[in-house]
């Protein structure tokens, strides 16, 4: 079948916004399966991991890097400051440089879509409109209610705490069979000889003569307007609804309670304990049936040591958090402790295991301590999943779901930080997410 869409997303250095994107459009276009549309990123300015992640997936893409260019010939050019809004817009329009189909749908990598929110675009599409989607974002975004027809709504920042069910409520919820004129400026779909002929992006802001002073912000608003100059208007289609998390690539912070949520989400987990609970501050974002505190000096429903609580405890748990004393012996007491007790199928988590300087982990200055001993030990010893996420302050995992080949590595036997900084991928075990 001949491809008649073209939907392209932009990637900088974020694999799980690429994931993210990739998953929400083949699990809501069908068009992508049927072959009448393609899916391409481009890789603009891309990392190197980021460019070896989409190899690896076997997603397409292509590689659009920018030559840096100064500010005095961006000048030159037309342009004012930011630099990178040449980049951008470069990379836009390298879309339709490589689009196969006569329509091409732009749309940004931490957007969620709905059910049909490519049909609902495309049923309006002529030569002399340029459609757009209805987007769902949270009253604190930075780009909240400057659309027509937006709908503010907080179905979380980043892919891993976003609530997938109650979008799906609300995607049918606000959904509505006409269009409005004006709106959002992505997801969109034009024509591509319409979009070339108009003169595409421009390729940076307008300067009104120096570098520091904007004419014209070059943004969408420019393309949009270049296209109304042409007779092209500018719809939104109220039944193409769309999640966008705002921040997208540029602000990956990804928080231990979005994933502990995200593991008792998906995998229906009833029980929750956490070891270490401080002052709750995680413990009370945790949303679980039945959940249990453990803490030597802090109010909580066990105010003892952690080796006193596995001592008296008589529980089953589904997910373990463990956060106490973060030294090599203690924490492996409580690894070992914890999975005499956790239910089949569960999953402890280890926080600190990735330790950012020597200092840090130095069990005198209780930062991170020795906490990344006791993991990379445990991960050459276990026939349970391990791996760990690079996000707040190294999350180890150790996934009582699935049996895995023991990791393979040596140790030193006078193991040191500088043996962990030179191999903190093979000794951590990184990934990007958690494998649900
Ligand atoms: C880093 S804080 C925990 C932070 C908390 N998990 C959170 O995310 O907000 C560590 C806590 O572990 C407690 N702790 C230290 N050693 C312990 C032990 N052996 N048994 C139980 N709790 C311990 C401390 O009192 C402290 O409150």
């Given at each position: 079948m001949k491809i008649k869409i073209t939907i392209a997303s932009l990637i900088y250095n974020s694999k799980v916004y690429a994931d993210s994107i990739y998953d929400t459009l083949f699990k809501n276009t069908p068009e992508l399966h049927t072959g009448e549309a393609e899916f391409f990123f481009?890789?603009?300015?891309?990392s190197e991991e980021v460019i070896n992640h989409l190899i690896k997936q076997k997603y397409k893409f292509y590689i659009n890097d920018n030559p840096s260019k100064s500010e005095t010939e961006l000048l030159e050019m037309g342009y004012a400051y930011p630099e990178y809004i040449h980049r951008v817009y470069k990379g836009w329009n390298k879309v339709f440089e490589y689009a196969e189909g006569d329509i091409v749908v732009l749309l940004n990598s931490d957007m969620i879509v709905s059910k049909k929110w490519l049909d609902n675009i495309l049923k309006n599409l002529t030569t002399d409109r340029i459609v757009t989607s209805r987007l769902v974002e949270s009253p604190s975004s930075v780009h909240h209610a400057r659309w027509a027809g937006a709908i503010p709504y907080n179905l979380g920042d980043n892919p891993i705490n976003f609530d997938e069910d109650k979008f799906k409520l609300l995607s049918k919820l606000y959904s509505l069979p006409e269009f409005i004129p004006g709106g959002a400026f992505m997801p969109c779909a034009v024509y591509k000889d319409v979009a070339i002929s108009a003169g595409?992006?421009?390729?940076?802001n307008l300067s009104a003569g120096s570098w520091m002073d904007i004419l014209r912000y070059g943004d969408e608003d420019f393309f949009y307007n270049r296209l109304s100059k042409k007779g092209v208007n500018h719809i939104t289609a109220m039944d193409s609804i769309v999640y966008h998390f705002g921040e997208g690539e540029s602000r990956e912070v990804y928080k231990k309670t979005d994933f502990i949520n995200k593991f008792i989400n998906f995998r229906k987990y009833k029980s929750y304990l956490e070891l270490g609970t401080n002052e709750k501050e995680t413990f009370n974002k945790i949303k679980c049936n039945f959940k249990t505190s453990v803490d030597l000096n802090f109010d909580s429903d066990y105010k003892m040591s952690t080796d006193e609580f596995f001592k008296i405890n008589t529980d089953k748990f589904d997910i373990i958090f463990i956060d106490a004393n973060h030294t090599e012996a203690f924490l492996t007491r409580d690894i070992y402790n914890s999975l005499n007790c956790l239910n089949d199928g569960g999953v402890i988590i280890c926080h600190d295991v990735n330790p950012p300087n020597e200092y840090s982990q130095?069990?005198?200055?209780?930062?991170?301590?020795?906490a990344w001993k006791s993991f990379v030990k445990f991960r050459l010893s276990s026939n349970f999943l391990t791996y760990s996420l690079p996000y707040d302050c190294g999350l180890g995992i150790i996934d009582k779901k699935y049996q895995a080949e023991k990791a393979c590595f040596e140790l030193p036997v006078d193991l040191e930080f500088s043996d962990l900084d030179r191999n903190r991928e093979l000794f951590l075990g990184f990934k990007h997410n958690i494998i649900l």
């Open positions: 481009i890789a603009n300015d891309a595409l992006y421009p390729e940076g130095i069990d005198e200055n209780f930062l991170y301590q020795t």
